[in-house]
Nanobody
């Protein structure tokens, strides 16, 4: 089984910063990509930032330049550094992992989410 443990969410004022962390554990043969999605009340879940094992990144346009996704491959951990936070960044942030549990079986896994609230 694959488990994702998230941390780092909280309440910050506009312009502030937060750093989210997500550590993967369990039967992981190979990680293709790890990253973050978010879902605000009444809206669909959207990709925020992901990073592949090869180093490629993918960012939501509205966060590019403000957020940075990074990975510690040896520890199967992904981080999201969020700077210059805006009220519209308020959402539940979910860690996401795409990978293989063995040589031939792939899957997608999710954390339970961590709340980020940006408000004055």
């Amino acid at each position: 089984q694959v488990q994702l443990v998230e941390s780092g969410g909280g309440l910050v004022q506009p312009g502030g910063s937060l750093r989210l962390s997500c550590a993967a554990s369990g039967s992981i043969f190979h990680i293709v990509a790890m990253g973050w999605y978010r879902q605000a009340p009444g809206k669909e879940r959207e990709l925020v930032a992901t990073k592949t094992s090869g180093g490629s990144t993918n960012y939501l346009d509205s966060v590019r330049g403000r957020f940075t996704v990074s990975r510690d491959n040896a520890m199967n951990t992904v981080y999201l550094e969020m700077n210059s936070l805006k009220p519209e960044d308020t959402a539940v942030y979910y860690c996401n992992l795409k990978g293989y549990t063995d040589f031939s079986n792939d899957g997608e896994f999710w954390g339970q989410g961590t709340q980020v609230t940006v408000s004055s």
